[in-house]
């Protein structure tokens, strides 16, 4: 494990709690907004999510990936009966 992530929760346990702080990796990030990559990298470039380097690693932390899902606009879609 990590030194990242020696403190943390293993977030590949189905159900696992996760504690504010605990750096996502892009891919984990992608998988959980349903995005791609290029995406990914147009919201970060923009400041829309902020994002934490490691060496050439990149994260997002929990806290931010939460803030930034909770700001999204909701829109309600009608389904046909």
């Known amino acids: 494990m990590s030194h990242l992530n020696e ?11 996760r504690v504010p702080d605990h750096p996502n990796t892009v891919e984990e ?5 349903g995005i791609g990559r290029t995406s990914f990298y147009d919201l970060a470039n923009r400041g829309a999510i902020e994002v934490v380097k490691l060496g050439n690693r990149t994260f997002v932390r929990e806290s931010e990936l939460r803030r930034f899902m909770a700001e999204l606009p909701t829109r309600h879609v009608n389904r046909a009966a």
């Open 7 to 17: 403190h943390m929760t293993d977030t590949r346990t189905p159900g696992a709690s």
């Open 29 to 33: 990030t992608l998988a959980r907004l």
